[in-house]
């Protein structure tokens, strides 16, 4: 099965760190200006999701939504998410470790669309 966001060694050991510290997290990316366009992690309940928010997967178990309108220009990229160097978003739990979660992407191929179609019209 394809996912549709998937995380580095990196970005796992950092959700390890915060589920321990916080419990339960959930990502989500607006893709927004600023903070915005960068995965930010919470705790549920810290941020509303609306409609709008589409369930890409999974990470370290944790829920990872983007906004509809970012998720339909990017529909046909995978989601690599790091955690490098730096700060998170303002917002995002994991400000002030040193580093922050990071996203980049790679266009899936058309066997991997053509597996994400049939398992959508399923779903539908």
Do not use: W
Request: with cysteine.
């Amino acid at each position: 099965m394809v996912d549709r966001v998937v995380a580095t060694p990196a970005a796992l050991a950092l959700i390890e760190r915060l589920s321990a510290q916080h419990g339960e997290l959930l990502f989500h990316q607006s893709g927004g200006c600023c903070d915005g366009s960068t995965p930010m992690c919470f705790k549920p309940g810290e941020l509303g999701l609306s409609q709008d928010d589409v369930l890409l997967g999974r990470l370290g178990g944790h829920p990872y939504y983007m906004h509809r309108s970012s998720f339909e220009f990017a529909r046909n990229t995978q989601l690599l998410i790091d955690a490098i160097p730096g700060e998170g978003g303002a917002f995002s739990l994991e400000n002030g470790t040193g580093l922050g979660f990071h996203a980049t992407s790679r266009l899936f191929t058309d066997a991997e669309i053509a597996e994400l179609a049939a398992l959508e019209d399923r779903q539908a």
